[in-house]
């Protein structure tokens, strides 16, 4: 199974809105509403910010959302703020009863 | 407060196995609404799922790593355990392990803090 796309980095200044994009196929993003977002820090394992496409867990905030059209789901960040700056992977469920990873992007908040 | 935590040799040699474990505290490993994976990441790369368990033992592997890997459960201890056989220097990575929510979904929810594993003679 080949990974999700996502761009490798991305880059915003605080108070803006970034979005990730996550491309798939109709065997994964596009066949499922099982796709979630993970942010890592340095060092730290990954955090659940969004599942289910744009379901956010208790305690993640609101400048967080997510959503889906065909086959690329997206991460929206708004009000960027310094402690942002991390690692983003999004995942999907797959045709094959597997999971797939994105590669990953890097946000810097300039 | 779920925790998970990863245990086992830090360092492999190449073609051996590598072998880690899971426990799980604050939670019993017996539901049917999780089942538990292991996901790794190489130093400086992105994630990998390698595979899950649920508490039945039925498994779910990475078909790129399937041949070499094994996933078990022990609900006793309540913990759960990865084989990596065959292992080479691209099997370095820290790898993690997690809950992932099962019951019409599919999201990991808890993860374990991550333990190093290198490859070396």
């Known amino acids: 199974q080949s990974a999700l796309t996502q761009p490798a980095s991305v880059s915003g200044s605080p108070g803006q809105s970034i979005t990730i994009s996550c491309t798939g196929t109709?065997?994964?993003?596009?066949?499922?509403?099982?796709v979630s977002w993970y942010q890592q820090h340095p060092g730290k394992a990954p955090k659940l910010m969004i599942y289910d496409v744009s379901n956010r867990p208790s305690g993640v905030s609101n400048r967080f959302s997510g959503s889906k059209s065909g086959n690329t789901a997206s991460l929206t960040i708004s009000g960027l703020q310094a402690e942002d700056e991390a690692d983003y992977y999004c995942?999907?469920?797959?045709?094959?009863?597997?999971?797939?990873f994105g590669g990953g992007t890097k946000l810097t908040v300039l | 407060q779920l925790q998970l935590q990863e245990s086992g040799p830090g360092l492999v040699k190449p073609s051996e196995t590598l072998s880690l474990t899971c426990t799980v505290s604050?939670?019993?490993?017996?539901?049917?609404?999780?089942?538990w994976g292991w996901i790794r990441q190489p130093p400086g790369k992105g994630l990998e799922w390698i595979g899950g368990i649920f508490y039945s033992g039925s498994t779910y592997y990475n078909p790129s790593l399937k041949s070499r890997v094994t996933i078990s459960v022990d609900t006793s201890k309540n913990q759960f355990s990865l084989r990596l056989s065959s292992v080479t220097a691209a099997d370095t990575a820290v790898y993690y392990c997690a809950r992932m929510a099962a019951a019409g979904t599919r999201y990991f929810d808890y993860w374990g803090q991550g333990t190093l594993v290198t490859v070396s003679s």
């Open positions: 604050g939670g019993s490993i017996s539901s049917s609404s999780y089942y």
């Open positions: 109709s065997s994964d993003v596009g066949g499922y509403n099982y």
């Open positions: 995942n999907s469920y797959t045709s094959s009863s597997t999971l797939v």
